[in-house]
């Protein structure tokens, strides 16, 4: 089947305003993470997701960082009023079932620039 | 706390040639998976490569294979005869099974592959 999707794919913004970043995850999968990528950097965990149970927001920078995901399946990162150190690649994943339990399939990104 | 560690942040190889990327992890537990990641230029995250904590044997998947020493909390990644399409930043991840299931990310290590 299709793997994980995310829209969109680059975004470019004004600092001050929101925006909301989607990721859909693989079907049947229960359990997603959102990262944060700067340039060059390594994957920086901002929350994570499994199934009905509260998420993991620990990872998030700070309170302007929200996420939900609506019927176990897709997810909305959202930033409010974003500021110029919110620019990095947002990477999305889930975590697989069965023999894949444990192995993370990601997304492709959205590529955050804010002005 | 758990922390996962590549002490080589860039690395080139001749292609065709064997190169060794290093992964070091620090965890008190006993029940945890190890995995190198590939990221080519287009950013898209792929698993190379997977290690279940329990098995002694070390994983292989074709050119691709690691020197998994638990005692010693090592992982490394060797690839065999590389190729110019093993360009790529390459991640190694841990996640502890018996716990958060979050995922712990190294730095990574920016492979490039000379022709």
């Known amino acids: 089947g299709a793997g994980v999707s995310q829209s969109p794919s680059n975004k470019v913004t004004e600092k001050g305003k929101d925006v909301e970043l989607r990721c859909d995850p693989i079907?049947?999968?229960?359990?997603l993470y959102w990262y944060r990528q700067s340039l060059g950097q390594g994957l920086e965990f901002l929350i994570y997701?499994?199934?009905?149970?509260?998420?993991?927001k620990s990872g998030l920078p700070s309170d302007r960082f929200s996420a939900e995901r609506t019927g176990g399946s897709v997810s909305t990162l959202t930033i409010q009023r974003t500021q110029q150190e919110d620019s990095a690649v947002y990477l999305c994943?889930?975590?697989?079932?069965?023999?894949?339990?444990?192995?993370?399939?990601f997304g492709p990104g959205t590529r955050l620039t804010v002005l | 706390a758990q922390t996962v560690t590549q002490s080589q942040p860039e690395m080139s190889v001749q292609e065709a040639e064997t190169v060794t990327l290093s992964c070091t992890y620090d965890?008190?537990?006993?029940?945890?998976?190890l995995f190198w990641y590939k990221q080519p230029p287009s950013r898209q995250m792929i698993l190379v490569i997977r290690?279940?904590?329990?098995?002694?044997q070390n994983a292989t998947e074709n050119r691709f294979s690691v020197n998994f020493q638990k005692a010693a909390k090592s992982f490394s990644l060797k690839i065999s005869d590389s190729q110019l399409g093993d360009t790529a930043m390459y991640f190694c991840?841990?996640?502890?099974?018996?716990?958060?299931?979050?995922?712990?990310f190294g730095t990574g290590t920016r492979l490039k592959v000379l022709a």
């Open positions: 079907s049947g999968h229960t359990a």
């Open positions: 965890t008190s537990e006993n029940n945890y998976y």
């Open positions: 994943a889930s975590r697989g079932t069965g023999v894949s339990y444990n192995e993370q399939f």
């Open positions: 997701f499994q199934g009905n149970s509260a998420p993991d």
């Open positions: 290690q279940e904590a329990y098995k002694q």
């Open positions: 991840a841990f996640i502890d099974t018996s716990g958060t299931y979050k995922y712990i």
